[in-house]
């Protein structure tokens, strides 16, 4: 993508709904397909869970678009995931964000705004170092 108008949303800067829709299907076919966390959407219906990934980076990224999924903890709270594979999400997003053409800025701070609920994404066990 060429320079950007940073006075338009992050939302519209990426694109908006058609380019949100085909980045979430290349995004998906991504970690679907990736050997350290493919694992967990095994039994996910896709279709579903595609829907509520739009309307949640919609709604990140200052869409009009309201995300009417359930809270997030509560959605991944019972699956263990590591920061290390939270980490390995947010790569396949970053490496497909590029392939899209979004611009590097844009790029960093889709990152920044998905980062921001690492805490509620992941549920790696205590191992005494409160």
Same mark, same amino acid.
């Given at each position: 993508?060429?320079?950007?108008?940073?006075?338009?949303?992050?939302?519209?800067?990426?694109?908006?709904?058609?380019?949100?829709?085909?980045?979430?299907?290349?995004?998906? @076919?991504?970690? /679907?397909?990736?050997? !350290?966390? *493919?694992?967990?959407?095994?039994? =996910?219906?896709?279709?579903?869970? &595609? %829907?509520?990934?739009?309307?949640?980076?919609?709604?990140?990224?200052?869409?009009?678009?309201?995300?009417?999924?359930?809270?997030?903890?509560?959605?991944?709270?019972?699956?263990?995931?590591?920061?290390?594979?939270?980490?390995?999400?947010?790569? @396949?997003?970053? /490496?497909?964000?590029? !392939?899209? *053409?979004?611009?590097?800025?844009? =790029?960093?701070?889709?990152?920044? &705004? %998905?980062?921001?609920?690492?805490?509620?994404?992941?549920?790696?066990?205590?191992?005494?170092?409160?």
């Amino acid at each position: 993508m060429e320079s950007q108008d940073h006075t338009k949303s992050l939302f519209d800067r990426i694109g908006g709904e058609k380019a949100l829709e085909r980045l979430i299907d290349r995004f998906y @076919h991504r970690v /679907t397909h990736d050997a !350290e966390i *493919g694992h967990y959407f095994t039994h =996910v219906p896709i279709d579903k869970l &595609k %829907i509520m990934q739009r309307e949640f980076f919609a709604m990140a990224t200052g869409g009009p678009v309201n995300y009417s999924g359930r809270p997030l903890s509560h959605v991944h709270h019972h699956l263990a995931i590591s920061r290390r594979e939270f980490q390995r999400f947010t790569e @396949h997003l970053i /490496t497909t964000l590029k !392939e899209e *053409g979004v611009d590097e800025q844009d =790029v960093y701070e889709v990152i920044a &705004k %998905i980062n921001i609920y690492a805490d509620e994404i992941t549920n790696e066990a205590s191992y005494g170092d409160d």
